[in-house]
């Protein structure tokens, strides 16, 4: 398993204006500060944090925290997301980073998953331990009440894996993803919750390959993995994640 893991926490998209400027986001420091010391807890590797608002970046370095402030109108758009995509976003950063490769795996924490508990940070690593994963993410019990928009995903779980530091949890491969539970055919659904691992190598790909128009029509970029033909793998976590954050239907960074 590589050991050398960067965690990426990234300011909200769902508060950009359509040129791609950040709205008055004073308030979002205080969440995007707790996201970063959350990350640090879970003390897997360095965490840098990414964001569009000059203000926040400013309040995060005050906090002690390595901020970097990305101006969104500068990504290339290569689709019609109405936000810019996270994928590229995050690429871009972490070139600019870390542009000799030192690091092989990347965690992307998005700063509305604040309240998570570290220990999934460190848990994400294991799907990972093997070559042929390309990233992994989160699947969690849907909500009694799960909007229906939301993203969901249909795993195969492998019952022999064993996660060591998160003895609940388990790691199987991803068969698909949707927000339409219809399209996940048969078979168990699980909420999926956003915050990913991905190999450096893959995530480089990934940005490479433009959107499918399934893609296009699910507004889910970690469809992209299966599309260029790597596998992904979910790490369950039965608790789920706190109600404040089941806000993960059109979050796209």
Do not use: Q
């Amino acid at each position: 398993m590589e050991r050398n893991p960067l965690i990426v926490v990234s300011s909200r998209l769902d508060r950009v204006t359509p040129d791609g400027r950040g709205s008055s986001c004073e308030d979002s420091a205080p969440s995007i500060i707790t996201a970063w010391r959350r990350a640090r807890e879970a003390d897997v590797g360095n965490t840098i944090v990414d964001c569009h608002v000059a203000s926040v970046a400013d309040a995060v370095r005050d906090a002690g925290g390595y901020s970097v402030t990305s101006d969104l109108t500068d990504i290339p758009r290569t689709h019609n997301y109405k936000p810019p995509s996270g994928l590229a976003r995050i690429a871009r950063t972490i070139t600019k980073f870390d542009r000799f490769c030192n690091h092989d795996l990347i965690i992307h924490m998005p700063e509305h998953y604040a309240d998570i508990d570290a220990k999934y940070l460190r848990a994400l690593m294991y799907p990972l331990a093997s070559n042929e994963v390309g990233m992994a993410t989160l699947a969690a019990p849907l909500p009694t009440e799960a909007d229906e928009k939301a993203p969901k995903i249909s795993v195969r779980w492998n019952e022999d894996r064993v996660v060591y530091v998160m003895p609940e949890a388990k790691v199987g491969t991803i068969r698909d993803f949707s927000r339409d539970a219809a399209r996940l055919g048969d078979g168990e659904i699980y909420a999926h919750i956003p915050v990913h691992i991905y190999r450096r190598s893959v995530l480089d790909r990934m940005v490479l390959v433009p959107p499918s128009d399934r893609e296009l029509e699910e507004s889910i970029e970690a469809l992209r993995v299966l599309e260029i033909g790597r596998r992904a793998d979910a790490l369950f976590v039965p608790e789920g994640v706190p109600a404040s954050m089941e806000d993960g239907r059109a979050i796209y960074d």
